[in-house]
C-alpha cells in the first residue's frame, strides 16, 4: 500500500497521515525532511516531533534533508537499514539457515516539498536539471520500496502565480513531482480543513 496525502498549508494532512499510519501498522519510520534554519523552525521541529511521540503511538525519526531516495531503498533492500526503524531482532545461534530478512517497515515521509526546495537550494544554477533527476531517482525509490508508505507533499499551484523566476520554476516542479508520485500510489488523498478525500475512487478516467 503506497498513499500520497496532499493539500494546502495547515490542512491537516499530516496529522491525517500519522493517522493513516497508526491504522495500519503497529509502528512506523518517520522521515523528516525539513530543516533547522533559524529557531522559530527549531522550536516547530521539536514541538512536532514531542507531540508524534507523545501519542503512544511507536515512531522511530529520521531526519533526511536530501537524500530521500537512497533512503527509502536502503530502507526497503538491506536489513541492517531498516533495523533502525524495526529494532533489532533475535538471531538463533542454532538456526540451520541464514535468517530471513524481516518485512520493509511502514515508512511516513513528510514532506516532498520540503525536500523537493532542499534539493532546488543546494543546486545552485543547475537547479532544475538536478531537481528532475532527483524527481526521477524519489519516483524509482517509491515503486520499489516494498513495504506500506505514507508520502505528504503540499498543493503549491493553488495560490497566486510567484514573482520570482525561481518561484515559478520550484511551483512547476512541485507539480511535476506530486503527478509523478500521485501515479504510483495506490490511494491519493487530499485534506482540506481537516477533512481527507480519496482522489483515486472519484477520478474519471478517459
Not at 525536500?115 to 517509491?142: F, K
Not at 499551484?157 to 520554476?169: A, F
Request: proline residues 6%.
Amino acid at each position: 500500500m503506497k498513499a500520497l496525502v496532499t493539500g494546502g498549508a495547515r490542512s491537516g494532512k499530516s496529522g491525517f497521515a500519522e493517522r493513516l499510519c497508526m491504522t495500519r501498522a503497529p509502528r512506523a519510520c518517520y522521515i523528516a525532511t525539513a530543516q533547522a534554519y533559524d529557531t522559530e523552525m527549531k522550536e516547530r521541529i521539536a514541538l512536532h516531533r514531542f507531540q508524534r511521540e507523545s501519542a503512544g503511538y511507536d515512531w522511530q525519526t529520521l531526519e533526511e534533508a536530501q537524500a530521500l531516495p537512497e533512503l527509502l531503498l536502503r530502507l526497503g533492500g538491506a536489513p541492517e537499514a531498516r533495523s533502525a526503524a524495526q529494532g533489532s531482532q533475535p538471531v538463533s545461534l542454532h538456526a540451520s539457515r541464514a535468517p530471513q530478512p524481516s518485512p520493509a517497515p511502514m515508512v511516513l515521509v513528510d514532506c516532498l516539498t520540503l525536500w523537493l526546495s532542499n534539493v532546488l537550494l543546494a543546486a545552485g544554477e543547475d537547479g532544475e536539471a538536478a531537481c528532475r533527476a532527483a524527481i526521477d531517482e524519489l519516483a524509482a525509490a517509491v515503486e520499489r520500496y516494498p513495504g506500506p508508505l505514507v508520502i505528504v507533499t503540499n498543493e503549491v499551484g493553488d495560490g497566486i502565480v510567484p514573482e520570482y523566476p525561481l518561484g515559478r520554476l520550484y511551483r512547476d516542479l512541485g507539480g511535476i513531482m506530486n503527478q509523478r508520485i500521485a501515479r504510483l500510489c495506490d490511494e491519493v488523498f487530499l485534506v482540506t480543513a481537516g477533512i481527507p478525500i480519496e482522489l483515486k475512487q472519484l477520478e474519471y478516467k478517459l
